[in-house]
T-cell receptor
Framework: QQQVKQSPQSLIVQKGGISIINCAYENTAFDYFPWYQQFPGKGPALLIAIRPDVSEKKEGRFTISFNKSAKQFSLHIMDSQPGDSATYFCAAERWGAQKLVFGQGTRLTINP | GAVVSQHPSWVICKSGTSVKIECRSLDFQATTMFWYRQFPKQSLMLMATSNEGSKATYEQGVEKDKFLINHASLTLSTLTVTSAHPEDSSFYIC???????????FGEGSRLTVL
């Protein structure tokens, strides 16, 4: 119930293409869904986050799509660039519950 | 944006020694901080939740006597790996939850290598 399942494990996209990473959760009490970007040897950095009262949130080239009934959310990276090559983690928590649950991570490679 | 500073960023020590890692929230107060461990190509594994002024809450399977956590102020939490062994070698990451907004910010991580 506490798991967040993330797919794919790895993804290769051509420069300029769209990168899509998916996550699914079970716990309907989750109400905060962030995405983190992590470069090798660095800590995760918050990329974008969404709450279940909206179905989509866009910040620049990054968009989260949220499907509450399916208990799924996804990250779309438009016009993917080589600098976007990193590991991406989705996460979920019940706001204030003090514990963020992470997905397994997706290693994204953008080919020039 | 809010900054969480972790120090040292990397450390090499001999087996049997103890190593302390600091996690500081530089421009905000954080009653709650978290310590994670990350193995290569894997996700972050929560080790413990650190609360200012009280004992840390450890996740199942994490030895509290091995990984000592102290959260003495609203801006500082420390993780001490006691009697370190090669299997303790890992990437340790802290995060701090801003008291006012509830947002979570991560440190840059600390690479521990035990010889």
């Amino acid at each position: 119930q506490q798991q967040v399942k993330q797919s794919p494990q790895s993804l290769i996209v051509q420069k300029g293409g769209i990168s899509i990473i998916n996550c699914a959760y079970e716990n309907t009490a989750f109400d905060y869904f962030p995405w983190y970007q992590q470069f090798p040897g660095k800590g995760p950095a918050l990329l974008i986050a969404i709450r279940p009262d909206v179905s989509e949130k866009k910040e620049g080239r990054f968009t989260i799509s949220f499907n509450k009934s399916a208990k799924q959310f996804s990250l779309h990276i438009m016009d993917s660039q080589p600098g976007d090559s990193a590991t991406y983690f989705c996460a979920a928590e019940r706001w204030g519950a003090q514990k963020l649950v992470f997905g397994q991570g997706t290693r994204l490679t953008i080919n020039p | 944006g809010a900054v969480v500073s972790q120090h040292p960023s990397w450390v090499i020590c001999k087996s049997g020694t103890s190593v302390k890692i600091e996690c500081r929230s530089l421009d905000f107060q954080a009653t709650t901080m978290f310590w994670y461990r990350q193995f290569p190509k894997q996700s972050l594994m929560l080790m413990a939740t650190s609360n200012e002024g009280s004992k840390a809450t450890y996740e199942q399977g994490v030895e509290k006597d091995k990984f000592l956590i102290n959260h003495a102020s609203l801006t500082l939490s420390t993780l001490t790996v006691t009697s370190a062994h090669p299997e303790d070698s890992s990437f340790y990451i802290c995060s701090a939850r801003e008291d006012y907004t509830g947002e979570l910010f991560f440190g840059e991580g600390s690479r521990l290598t035990v010889l």
